[in-house]
């Protein structure tokens, strides 16, 4: 039987009631106090870094469940879709997450770091300076469906690993570690993702519009340490402003 799991570490949301499939078990690392059914409740501490917790727990999935998983973000109604597709991609694909539909490469992730005022331009430069080529790859994190084996082991310790380097958000860290990931998209899981605005993270306003008007050197940077043109893609902006 597959696990599929989420993780709730503050009380902003409720988990609800999934699409019920007894291919699946269902367990969720939260604190909330009734869960409907078939979820089973994993409590977990109370800590002042919400954040790097739900980290934890959606990226190493092996320290839990000795067995194939999916993992999926609090906020997303499980669907019978999402179980027949997660249930299918497991028979032959060993690690699988979403493919971004609005970036295209590491350097847009890491651009929308910056234009969040999540990291700085000596950051920028900095972690140019150590990844320095243009991986084209990015991806949307907020579900993933792993087979458990010694590949995914390794897989997880090294996101984990590179995620502490940052402690920031999760999908850049997995883009870093230039893994053959296998993807897919929204449409093949009927999911309707829309970018949150600035505001949803709580990022101060001020910052962000200064860090708009420093794009310049943001692509200045990237040119220098790269040695590639770079457009911020009209859909980034678009969707932070």
Known sequence: MTV???????????????????RFTYYAFTNQKR????????PIKKTKDEKKQQRYYKINSHLFFKKNSVYVDSHIKIHKHLLDFSHKMLQYKN?????????????DELYDWFILGLINLQQVDNITKKFYKNI?????????????????VRTNSSWWKTFLKFN??????????????NTFTTQQICLNHRERSPSSYMINKE?????????HFFTQTIERKL?????????IIKNRL
Request: hydrophobic letters at 35%; charged letters at 20%.
């Open 4 to 22: 599929i799991y989420t993780c709730q570490t503050n009380n902003t949301s409720q988990i609800v009631t999934p699409y019920i499939d007894k």
């Open 35 to 42: 869960l409907p059914r078939p979820w089973i409740k994993i």
């Open 95 to 107: 690690y699988s997450t979403l493919v971004h539909p609005f970036r295209t490469c590491f350097i």
């Open 136 to 152: 084209k790859k990015s991806y949307l994190c907020c579900v993933l469906i792993r087979k458990y084996s010694n590949e995914t």
């Open 168 to 181: 920031i958000r999760d999908q850049l860290p997995l883009i870093l570690l230039n893994k053959n990931i």
């Open 207 to 215: 910052l962000f519009l200064k860090n708009f008007n420093l794009n």
């Open 227 to 235: 040695k590639v043109k770079y457009t911020i893609p009209n859909d």
